[in-house]
């Protein structure tokens, strides 16, 4: 709020607040009986709260003739539209195959794949990822001379 | 209150249609809230629409110590501060934006009671009135502004008053009425 109010109110202050909010009550009704007859006998002998009693409860009554304006028909979707292009579709749930990108299943695809990736590698004959057997027949050395040397 | 704790574990859970009843329950206030506070329909939905994503960003903030209602009208009332001031600071002062559908209904609501269509001259008087109010409620330091709109527009209770605006109840109810007399000084000098 805007008024300098950081401190307490001192006691012409405190005092000024009270008649304020008691106005406030006043007008709209709701002040208590003993409130009441308080004000009331103020309000006997001070025309110039009179006047501002009458100003407030003018205004109180004008305000609440205002009428009541109806939000256009489109906010909603206006809003949804928004908030799934700002969170690139990843706020709802609900669009987890629309235009939300599904890191989650991406990343179950991509685990799938090494595997089937490492499989394949491991049945292969010739670039298998199987070790070689350390008992596997060795060439015999008459055909190690067959093989070109670097 | 428990309805209000179940829609907001939906709305955490990010389900979108707790966040269209979201929007429906509220969007006619939280609107009329913005464009009584703006007194400019663009900007008015332009905020309205700023409200609902900033509620849904920062769900999770959202501590349940009020009514999600009273936390709704606290993110509006900050926005549209927050607003008032980029717009002061832009001198964009342009507050005739209040549209035509919104002058006919003001003269409607003016107008003599039991359904009657208002003859041409009250419509008239009416949306005067209306613009008039408008422009004194504009003219308010934005303090006042809340209010006047929250209290006499919205027809809030002072006890949600002092949940949104953080005031106690004494100070809420002796702004109040400064904010009537100042309005009221503005409304009977455009008269």
Not at chain 1, 109 to 134: C, K, M, N
Not at chain 2, 171 to 187: F, I, N, P
Request: charged share 35%; glycine share 4%.
């Amino acid at each position: 709020m805007s008024d300098p109010t950081p401190r307490p109110p001192s006691g012409a202050d405190a005092d000024a607040e009270r008649l304020e909010a008691m106005l406030s009550d006043y007008v709209e009704g709701t002040l208590s009986l003993a409130e009441r007859q308080e004000l009331e006998a103020r309000l006997a002998e001070d025309p110039a709260l009179r006047e501002q009693l009458e100003e407030t409860r003018a205004a109180h009554d004008a305000l609440r003739r205002l009428n009541k304006t109806p939000a256009p028909e489109e906010l909603g979707k206006k809003v949804e539209e928004l908030i799934h292009r700002r969170s690139a579709g990843r706020f709802f749930g609900r669009r987890a195959f629309g235009d939300r990108v599904p890191f989650g299943v991406l990343l179950v695809v991509a685990l799938v794949a090494l595997v089937a990736l490492a499989a394949l590698l491991w049945s292969s004959t010739t670039g298998s990822l199987r070790p070689e057997p350390r008992d596997a027949p060795r060439p015999p050395p008459e055909a190690r001379d067959v093989i070109p040397r670097p | 209150m428990s309805s209000d704790r179940q829609l907001v574990r939906r709305l955490r859970d990010r389900d979108e249609q707790a966040f269209r009843e979201l929007v429906a329950e509220h969007r006619d206030r939280v609107y009329n809230l913005t464009l009584r506070m703006l007194g400019n329909r663009v900007e008015a939905e332009d905020v309205a629409q700023e409200v609902f994503i900033q509620v849904f960003k920062y769900i999770d903030d959202f501590r349940e110590e009020a009514k999600l209602s009273t936390w709704l009208y606290r993110v509006t009332v900050n926005l549209c501060k927050n607003r008032i001031k980029y717009l002061a600071r832009r001198h964009d002062r342009d507050r005739d934006q209040l549209d035509d559908t919104n002058e006919a209904a003001a003269s409607a609501a003016l107008a003599a009671p039991g359904g009657t269509t208002p003859r041409p001259d009250r419509a008239l008087e009416g949306a005067q009135l209306e613009r008039v109010l408008q422009d004194a409620i504009n003219s308010l330091d934005e303090d006042h502004r809340v209010l006047v709109v929250l209290r006499d527009v919205e027809d809030l209770s002072i006890e949600e008053i002092c949940a949104i605006t953080g005031e106690k109840d004494g100070t809420v109810k002796s702004r109040l009425h400064r904010a009537r007399l100042a309005l009221r000084k503005k409304v009977t000098r455009h008269l």
